[in-house]
């Protein structure tokens, strides 16, 4: 029996494009969709958009966890077969493992004949939206062998934004997530790694929908259609690349060489790399980017709890010296910087399983305890 992708007994979450309501887009890592139906077999329907690396369909099944490859294009039916002997009623969650690598379109299900679904228990009213990077995207968190060690190669099986931190936080909260996550974003165009040389940074991205402009146009989110309680901005981790400039000022500064000067042209590239005056001006920058993106947060969301902070991924203290910076200089209340127990200093390639749980656990408390949000809610 067909199951129309918008089936109201079907439960989406996620900054999803639902234009076309029949054929739902997810663009993020961590869209979901949550639905109970009686029978052995359910197949979904998708289409996949991929730019690079291989791609996988998360599924819980009964609490069961497994993965599906995708093909690079087209449409891909999955079958998901339920043990024997287990009949019945079964619940489900198909969620998006990785970032924007790939867009993917829901275009239906199916189960057994005379079979059915069954409607879900009300939904939680605690949300929390995070804007982060890899590391929030759950980018190769399942390489456990590779804890607290460099990255490996891959090819992208090794990422579940299950497992990444701000989804394990939110489940630990009882709360929905949206995770505006890409892996190598950067806080300002032109910077990072994602889409080298001409990088889309998270201050483009972070109102949209679609933003990977390889696979379609850019397009505008309606805020008001999830607003959080929490937003979380985990940024500042790509920002070193290709220069270090905070780090650079950090220490001239200490030595006391920093002096602003114009940046140079770009026939002196080589010398910019070098040009402690650059890199002050550059920090500059970057402060006054951070404490704009704070702002237009709070414009969009001014109710919410803004937490700002990087991650246990080692990267320079300088980093989250400026977000300090920035966060005292706002002087709002409502906007905290969090720093993690070993935070920047835990692992030089991206966290595993248990380094986002050590994460997850922290922010958690951190939000329930001391900002006190869902406390005794």
Same mark, same amino acid.
């Given at each position: 029996?067909?199951?129309?992708?918008?089936?109201?007994?079907?439960?989406?979450?996620?900054?999803?494009?639902?234009?076309?309501?029949?054929?739902?887009?997810?663009?993020?890592?961590?869209?979901?969709?949550?639905?109970?139906?009686?029978?052995?077999?359910? &197949?979904?329907?998708?289409?996949?958009?991929?730019?690079?690396?291989?791609?996988?369909?998360?599924?819980?099944?009964?609490?069961?966890?497994?993965?599906?490859?995708l093909k690079k294009s087209g449409e891909t039916v999955i079958e998901v077969r339920v043990p024997e002997n287990e009949s019945g009623v079964h619940h489900v969650?198909?969620?998006?493992?990785?970032?924007?690598?790939?867009?993917?379109?829901?275009?239906?299900f199916e189960i057994g004949d005379g079979e059915r679904l069954i409607e879900l228990p009300p939904v939680s009213e605690r949300r929390i939206e995070v804007y982060?990077?890899?590391?929030?995207?759950?980018?190769?968190?399942?390489?456990?062998?590779?804890?607290?060690?460099?990255?490996?190669?891959? @090819?992208?099986?090794?990422?579940?934004?299950?497992?990444?931190?701000?989804?394990?936080?939110?489940?630990?909260?009882?709360?929905?997530?949206?995770?505006?996550?890409?892996?190598?974003?950067?806080?300002?165009?032109?910077?990072?790694?994602?889409? &080298?040389?001409?990088?889309?940074?998270? @201050?483009?991205?972070?109102?949209?929908?679609?933003?990977?402009?390889?696979?379609?146009?850019?397009?505008?989110?309606?805020?008001?259609?999830?607003?959080?309680?929490?937003?979380?901005?985990?940024?500042?981790?790509?920002d070193n690349y290709p220069v270090d400039y905070m780090k650079v000022e950090a220490e001239k500064k200490a030595q006391g060489v920093c002096v602003h000067e114009?940046?140079?042209?770009?026939?002196?590239?080589?010398?910019?790399?070098?040009?402690?005056?650059?890199?002050?001006?550059?920090?500059?920058?970057? &402060?006054?980017?951070?404490?704009?993106?704070?702002?237009?947060?709070?414009?969009?969301?001014?109710?919410?709890?803004?937490?700002?902070?990087?991650?246990?991924?080692?990267?320079?203290?300088?980093?989250?010296?400026?977000?300090?910076?920035?966060?005292?200089?706002?002087?709002?209340?409502?906007?905290?910087?969090?720093?993690?127990?070993?935070?920047?200093?835990?692992?030089?390639?991206?966290? &595993?399983?248990?380094?986002?749980?050590?994460?997850?656990?922290?922010?958690?408390?951190?939000?329930?305890?001391?900002?006190?949000?869902?406390?005794?809610?």
């Amino acid at each position: 029996m067909w199951i129309c992708a918008n089936d109201e007994r079907i439960r989406y979450t996620g900054r999803i494009d639902c234009r076309v309501e029949a054929e739902p887009v997810w663009v993020f890592p961590g869209s979901s969709a949550e639905f109970w139906f009686s029978g052995e077999v359910l &197949r979904i329907h998708v289409e996949n958009f991929n730019e690079y690396w291989q791609n996988y369909l998360g599924c819980i099944l009964d609490q069961v966890q497994s993965a599906f490859y995708l093909k690079k294009s087209g449409e891909t039916v999955i079958e998901v077969r339920v043990p024997e002997n287990e009949s019945g009623v079964h619940h489900v969650l198909f969620f998006k493992r990785q970032d924007g690598c790939h867009e993917l379109k829901i275009l239906g299900f199916e189960i057994g004949d005379g079979e059915r679904l069954i409607e879900l228990p009300p939904v939680s009213e605690r949300r929390i939206e995070v804007y982060g990077d890899s590391v929030s995207a759950g980018e190769s968190v399942e390489a456990i062998d590779f804890i607290g060690k460099t990255d490996m190669e891959h @090819e992208g099986g090794f990422s579940n934004c299950w497992f990444s931190f701000p989804w394990m936080t939110a489940r630990m909260l009882g709360a929905r997530l949206h995770d505006i996550a890409q892996g190598g974003i950067a806080l300002m165009d032109g910077h990072g790694w994602f889409h &080298r040389p001409e990088q889309t940074g998270m @201050e483009t991205a972070w109102d949209k929908i679609h933003y990977n402009t390889m696979l379609g146009e850019m397009t505008e989110w309606d805020f008001s259609k999830f607003v959080p309680q929490v937003v979380i901005v985990a940024l500042g981790q790509n920002d070193n690349y290709p220069v270090d400039y905070m780090k650079v000022e950090a220490e001239k500064k200490a030595q006391g060489v920093c002096v602003h000067e114009q940046e140079p042209d770009q026939e002196q590239v080589t010398q910019v790399e070098k040009s402690y005056s650059y890199c002050c001006e550059m920090a500059d920058r970057w &402060r006054s980017h951070y404490g704009d993106f704070l702002k237009k947060l709070r414009g969009v969301y001014p109710e919410a709890w803004i937490v700002c902070c990087t991650t246990v991924l080692q990267h320079d203290k300088s980093w989250d010296d400026a977000i300090d910076r920035v966060v005292n200089s706002v002087k709002d209340e409502k906007i905290s910087h969090f720093l993690f127990s070993r935070n920047g200093v835990a692992t030089p390639g991206h966290p &595993r399983i248990p380094e986002q749980f050590e994460m997850a656990r922290e922010m958690a408390d951190y939000i329930e305890n001391v900002l006190g949000v869902y406390k005794n809610k």
